[in-house]
């Protein structure tokens, strides 16, 4: 079987044993992932803070390629560029004249026609129905899952999960044999794009996060979100400065504890790229 | 050969702003049978009458036309001042140039020509109107009360108080709806159950009341003065005769530990109960569900005990009927509980509790006896948080209209806290503070300047447990949206007043409209508050939309007028617009074939059957007949009638046809 694959920038960059992750999986599975040819940037958050056409368009045309090469399904690990992706086709699909517009700028066809997955839908929808008897080593951790703003929010374009309160990658994880705990900050923002020019604001917003996570026993944090994932991780030295003590509770991709739970290899899995050790 | 007069009015500028009315007025004066033809500033106004009934009279008019607004509005008038010069009052027909044309198109020759369409369909109908007599119908006079809440109560009062006939039913074992929950009222503080219960006991002991409480409406026909409502009595497993209301029985009852409604899940009570020591009637039901006996068969405690022998557990259900000419629903509304609110914890803390379990912790008759005590562990929290807009203003959560008496509602709570948590702090987060209403505003500000209730501008995206606390984290938009976390002991949710479940269904019994959000529809929302749609059913208190108890009485009271108006009159007149099945002469008789299809479709049940009889007593023919005092009119009979034999007076099959045609022709 074959999906169609849009990695996004990140999963090409600071997020390679995402994408290492989520191939491993799905090669565990025989499914093939084909990368859309020539894919571009999604936009991101500066696209549509500066132009909406543009901010459409960009998503558009990975859309139009998805379509001119056959597929009818992608698979889009990273939370920023499912929301952008979603976004786009629900925007087109209610202005017609937009839809006009971005077709016109990008020289390309766009229908529609193509859905566009997240990981917490892929794996759903391909993996975790054939799951059983393939969890050869039960992932027997206490996880806080961390869905940040973006994989279920907003509401009304992707009816993905309860935003407030979502379960989806908890029921996943439940499946891995991990036991989810109940806590507060599921969807709480990270401090995303500060990571850069304000790192102390994200050692801020992600410290309360890793705190309560840690506050409650969770022994590993779960996302499925490079930007959530580089907060929690890589800007852990401003989080634990802000919380005044060392946490070192990994920060695990969900198609990484499931590769773990599956038996795949580790650095298959791409966890040795991670700052804070993955002992788990 | 008719002659008709055309009346065209400009309704000030509303239709001539658009519409050319003086070349309106000269069009329809050259048609065939035009004999008149007048445009005129306002026609509704006295001089404009005059000239109508003048014409009437001078020009010997046999039809007119009215070309201004809806009929709606001003059809009666129009019609009467006809009738006042001698034309039959349904020889004048309206053409709405106002809600139909120049409200909703650009000025310009097409709107025009709109206009002059609007009024030829019409001049070439009155051709063909025939004079018509109203109907006359007979009243019942008794009323039927739906809910028992301060609404109804009031409602029901003011009505008996009239001399008139009146039939309560109320869904609980007792009446008092949600006022006799409440621990004190705004913006005076007075007890709510000190001004309610005396109410209650005049209802029970007033001789023009039957109050039927654990009742519910069945089915609902008829019409405006000629109700038939069926009432199901539930089961309450008593004789109520002999029920002395001793109380014994809840005092042994086996089964302890179910939730009390009234004390909105914070008290238990037992299966066999009084909701609460003022009820009324005072006497107990079963509550069959949470029964031993029902349950396992074995039990029958208070049977043993009952001194009188009034427990019957064999009791069914009695299904009543009872005639009535006139409704008033007063069922009131609910609140939204904390699990419909995942930022806030799904219903998962103990210690966030809805306004309405506030009123019960701070009423003396509720379970801590009036101190304020948290549900986890009955500690006096020493810090408290009110959420206003808890789902209220909120599309995305489906509700985005205001609850309207939250905010008052919480000023109260923060401020009785204040009074019996000494050194205790209280917290507001509020989107607007809304206090319109006489002493409201007032009422607010001492909360905030006198108690030193502490109100924050902003809203709470999260309140979670941590080490026994709960932490509220919002933000206070008027320090350029400062993010704010308390660590609280206990949160108070102001939650969304929302229709009653079941409203839908009931609306839909009653034959009444609805809003989008399922409150009962006013018939208009300015000047038919407390009527619906459907003549003689009315509106009062918050099953119209969230209210608070000044507003319920108030709008009580005028549906209690309207009901003591419409019994005022021995007979009504019904307007004449009803379904006729045509006769001709024998040996025809009606071009009705007798498939009787209109029977099954008729809903209000209106249409029997004929039977034509010869000297001989012999049926030579069978054919429908239209009960005129039950037919509404609806036209569904016209339509499925395959012969065409059925015609609703005043839009007969000839009228809709010549319309159409005058349409279609170039004149
Ligand atoms: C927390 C809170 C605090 C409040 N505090 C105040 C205050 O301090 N001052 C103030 O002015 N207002 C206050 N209010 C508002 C007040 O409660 C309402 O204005 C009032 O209860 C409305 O009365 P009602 O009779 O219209 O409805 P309800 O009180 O809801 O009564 C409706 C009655 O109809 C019955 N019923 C429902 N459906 C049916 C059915 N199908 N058949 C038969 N019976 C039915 C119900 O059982 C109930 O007895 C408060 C409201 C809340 C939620
Ligand atoms: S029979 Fe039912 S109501 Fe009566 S005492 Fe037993 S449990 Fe209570
Ligand atoms: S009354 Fe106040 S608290 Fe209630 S919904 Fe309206 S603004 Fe919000």
């Known amino acids: 079987m074959t999906l169609g694959f849009y990695p996004g920038c990140s999963l090409k960059g600071s997020s390679r044993e995402y994408a290492e992750s989520v191939l491993a999986v799905a090669k565990a599975f025989d ?8 894919w571009n940037c999604c936009g991101a958050t500066a696209a549509h803070n500066m132009n909406k056409e543009l901010s459409l368009a960009l998503p558009a045309r990975i859309l139009s390629l998805a379509e001119k090469q056959g597929l009818t399904e992608i698979v889009v690990p990273c939370a920023a560029c499912y929301s952008r992706l979603t976004v786009t086709k629900y925007e087109l699909s209610k202005d017609p004249a937009l839809k006009t517009a971005v077709t016109d700028a990008n020289g390309l066809e766009y229908t529609g026609s193509v859905s566009v997955l997240n990981i917490v839908q892929m794996l759903d929808k391909y993996i975790t129905p054939n799951l059983e008897g393939r969890v050869v ?103 634990n400065s802000y919380l005044g003590e060392k946490i070192d509770i990994p920060v695990l991709y969900i198609t990484q504890a499931i590769g773990l739970a599956l038996g795949l290899d580790r650095k298959a899995l791409g966890l040795q790229r991670h700052f804070v050790k993955v002992s788990v | ?226 109700f038939k409502a069926k009432i199901r009595r539930k089961s309450k497993s008593l004789d109520e005769k002999l029920c002395t209301g001793c109380g014994l029985c809840t005092t042994k009852c086996p089964a302890k530990k179910i939730p009390s409604e009234f004390n909105e899940g914070l008290g238990k009570r037992t299966a066999i109960y009084v909701p609460f020591p003022q009820a009324v009637p005072n006497k107990p039901v079963i509550d069959r569900i949470n029964c031993t006996y029902y349950i396992k068969g074995k039990c029958k405690i208070c049977e043993i005990v009952c001194p009188t022998g009034a427990i019957r557990f064999d009791q069914e259900d009695q299904i009543m009927e009872v005639e009535v000419g006139a409704i008033v629903i007063a069922t009131g509304f609910t609140v939204k509980q904390p699990d419909f609110f995942p930022e806030y914890g799904f219903g998962k803390y103990p210690d966030v509790i809805t306004g309405l379990q506030f009123e019960r912790l701070a009423s003396a008759s509720g379970p801590t006896l009036g101190e304020i005590r948290r549900p986890s562990d009955g500690k006096i929290p020493e810090k408290i948080v009110f959420l206003a807009c808890a789902g209220s203003r909120d599309p995305a959560k489906g509700i985005p209209y205001c609850s309207k008496i939250c905010c008052m509602y919480i000023a109260k709570h923060a401020m ?34 006198d108690d030193g209730v502490n109100y924050i501008r902003g809203r709470v995206s999260r309140i979670y447990e941590k080490n026994g606390k709960l932490i509220v984290d919002g933000a206070d938009t008027l320090l350029n949206a400062m993010p704010v976390e308390i660590e609280a002991d206990m949160v108070v949710l102001a939650t969304a007043g929302v229709a009653n479940e079941g409203a839908e269904e009931l609306a839909q019994k009653l034959h009444i409209s609805y809003d989008p959000y399922k409150f009962f529809a006013e018939a208009h929302p300015k000047l038919k508050p407390v009527e619906t749609n459907t003549a003689g059913i009315f509106l009062a208190g918050a099953c119209q939309a969230p209210r608070d108890i000044p507003e319920s009485v108030a709008m009580a009271s005028g549906a209690a007028v309207k009901v003591a108006g419409l019994f005022s009159q021995d007979e009504l007149t019904r307007e004449p617009i009803i379904a006729v099945v045509n006769r001709q002469a024998p040996p025809v008789y009606s071009s009705c074939v007798g498939c009787f299809l209109c029977i099954s479709t008729c809903p209000y049940q209106a249409i029997e059957k004929e039977e034509i009889k010869n000297r001989n007593g012999e049926v030579i023919k069978s054919m429908a007949k239209v009960n005129p005092g039950l037919c509404q009119g609806c036209g569904t009979c016209v339509a499925f009638c395959r012969t065409k034999s059925i015609d609703i007076q005043g839009y007969t099959h000839e009228q809709m046809y010549t319309e159409v045609m005058a349409l279609l022709n170039e004149y």
């Open chain 1, 31 to 38: 499914i093939n992932m084909e990368e859309i040819n020539d």
């Open chain 1, 137 to 239: 080593k039960p992932f027997d951790h206490k996880v806080a899952c961390y869905y940040g703003c973006l994989l279920v929010r907003p509401h009304e374009i992707l009816k993905f999960d309860r935003e407030e309160d979502p379960q989806s990658l908890d029921v996943l994880m439940l499946k891995a044999g991990a036991t989810p705990i109940d806590w507060a900050f599921k969807t709480e923002c990270c401090g995303a794009g500060l990571s850069v020019s304000r790192t102390s604001s994200v050692g801020r917003l992600s410290g309360k996060i890793i705190g309560d996570a840690k506050d409650r026993g969770a022994e590993a944090v779960i996302v499925a979100c490079p930007m959530c994932h580089s907060n929690l991780d890589m800007r852990r030295d401003a989080i």
């Open chain 2, 1 to 226: 050969m008719s002659k008709i007069g055309v009346f065209v009015c400009h309704c000030g500028e509303n239709i001539s702003a658009t519409v050319d009315c003086a070349k309106v007025a000269e069009t329809a004066g050259n048609y065939d049978g035009v004999a008149y033809s007048v445009d005129y500033k306002y026609m509704c106004s006295d001089p404009g009458q005059n000239l109508i009934k003048s014409a009437i009279k001078e020009k010997g008019l046999t039809g007119v036309v009215v070309a201004s607004c809806s009929p709606r509005m001003h059809e009666p008038t129009f019609r009467k001042a006809c009738a006042e010069a001698g034309l039959n009052p349904f020889m004048c027909e309206m053409a709405n140039l106002r809600e139909h044309c120049s409200w909703v198109h650009e000025k310009g020759e097409a709107t025009t020509e709109k206009a002059i369409d609007l009024v030829r369909i019409l001049v070439e109908k009155v051709k063909y109107n025939h004079s018509l007599s109203e109907i006359k119908v007979p009243v019942t006079k008794t009323a039927l009360v739906i809910g028992g809440g301060i609404a109804g109560i009031q409602a029901s009062l003011d009505i008996a108080n009239t001399g008139h006939k009146v039939i309560l039913i109320e869904r609980d074992p007792s009446i008092g709806g949600h006022m006799s929950q409440l621990s004190e009222t705004f913006p005076t503080l007075d007890c709510s159950q000190c001004i309610l219960t005396p109410r209650m006991v005049e209802v029970a002991q007033h001789p023009n009341i039957t109050l039927y409480t654990y009742a519910e409406l069945e089915s609902l026909e008829g019409f405006i003065g000629n």
């Open chain 2, 416 to 449: 009785l806290y204040q009074h019996k948590v000494h050194g205790g702090k209280s917290y507001v987060f509020y989107m607007d503070i809304r206090a319109g209403g006489k002493m409201y505003e007032e009422f607010v500000r001492r909360a905030i300047e």
